[in-house]
């Protein structure tokens, strides 16, 4: 039986970035049971098409119409991806599928998905990415705060007229921490020239300066700046990642399991990657635990060389549908060992929060 539901979770603050705002997180969970065992997948797509064209909307229709039904009757990973590659685009939701069946197989083998994820499990020193606040003061003592808490380095949102006077008076306060800044496509072509002050700032990179088609700007960009360019919104695929280095456009790559279709495309970018030396680190999409489970067991692949954007359940959620919530210790997460994600979901929670729900059964 499939269970695919529209969960509605309040941020504990709003997150702001250069293109929109989300006070509260609206994703699909989708839960897939059978012999008595439960595996858990998050789709990262959300309400409005600002990050990416997929919402939670399309990515729900395309579930129940085309996705779902390739695999109620066989949860196997395999027949999945051989069925849905006929399925054009729609990645985040066909991620949510391969997540759901890795957790129910990791489960059904009395695996820790770490296993099946490349990953070998232990603590993991992670970052925090820091919204666009209402004023410089109130951004310094975030900043503080997450410091304090000990986030290895400081992912700040950016923007035009939030950029590089912030960017500047932050390297004043806080010296030596490892800062880097995220643009999510707000700049163009014509800023080229501009963005060169970049280097002023000691960032250990520039994410997605750009729009997600225009690799020429970040290529060139990329010939003008010190600054290493990280991609986002602009790879989906282990083909978009061959153009973008083809083309000379990328340094640095942020992988998300959603924005690239899912795990098996996921462990085709670690491999190009690996082959091209270029470091990749694992982002995030401000997930439920649920999704940041699987991306801590995947973030576990001893490949990854910087820290993922994966903070725990208090930087985002009062209460996390998972037990026990992730918890920072000395600024690492740790990966749980059970079975599968490895961790209890509270069922009454997501009950709590659901807003929709519909259920698949099988033969
Ligand atoms: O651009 O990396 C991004 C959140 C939602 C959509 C896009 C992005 C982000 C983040 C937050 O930066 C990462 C996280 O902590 O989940
Ligand atoms: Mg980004």
Redesign the pocket.
């Known amino acids: 039986m499939i269970e695919l539901r529209i969960l509605r979770m309040p941020l504990r603050a709003t997150?702001t970035?250069s293109g929109w705002y989300?006070k509260e997180r609206e994703f699909i969970l989708i839960k897939y049971s059978k012999f008595g065992i439960t595996g858990y997948g998050e789709v990262?797509a959300?309400k409005a098409p600002y990050?990416s064209a997929e919402t939670v909307a399309s990515a729900w229709s395309v579930l129940i119409h085309y996705l779902l039904p390739m695999v109620v009757d066989e949860p196997e990973v395999e027949s999945f991806l051989r069925k849905a590659k006929r399925i054009r685009g729609n990645r985040m939701a066909k991620a949510g599928v391969e997540l759901a069946l890795y957790d129910f197989k990791a489960k059904l083998e009395n695996r820790p998905l770490y296993d099946l994820y490349g990953g070998i499990g232990g603590e993991i020193e992670v970052g925090?990415?820091v919204?666009i606040k209402r004023d410089y003061h109130e951004l310094r003592e975030t900043i503080r705060g997450y410091l304090n808490q000990g986030y290895q380095r400081i992912?700040l949102?950016i923007r035009k007229g939030w950029d590089f006077e912030i960017l500047k008076r932050i390297r004043r306060e806080f010296r030596s921490i490892r800062l880097w800044a995220?643009a999510?496509g707000c700049y163009s072509a014509e800023d080229i020239d501009h963005l060169r002050r970049v280097d002023e700032f000691g960032l250990e990179l520039l994410?997605?300066p750009f729009p997600p088609d225009d690799l020429i700007s970040h290529a060139q960009l990329r010939e003008r700046l010190k600054t290493p360019i990280c991609l986002?919104?602009s790879i989906e695929s282990v083909d978009d990642l061959k153009t973008a280095l083809a083309l000379g456009a990328i340094d640095i790559l942020?992988l998300?399991v959603g924005r690239v279709g899912g795990i098996s495309e996921t462990l085709r970018i670690i491999e190009l990657s690996q082959e091209k030396n270029l470091p990749v680190w694992i982002?995030?999409?401000?997930?439920s635990g649920i999704g940041?489970a699987h991306n801590l067991h995947l973030a576990s692949n001893p490949i990854f060389s910087l820290p993922p954007?994966?903070?725990a359940s208090d930087?985002?959620y009062e209460e996390d549908i998972i037990y026990p919530p992730l918890l920072l210790r000395n600024g690492r997460l740790s990966v749980p060992d059970g079975p599968g994600i490895g961790l209890a979901v509270r069922e009454e929670l997501i009950n709590r929060y659901t807003i929709h729900r519909e259920t698949l059964k099988g033969a």
């Open positions: 997150f970035t989300e990262v959300s990050y925090v990415s919204g992912k949102k995220d999510n994410e997605q986002d919104e942020n998300k982002g995030g999409m401000l997930e940041r954007d994966l903070s930087r985002y």
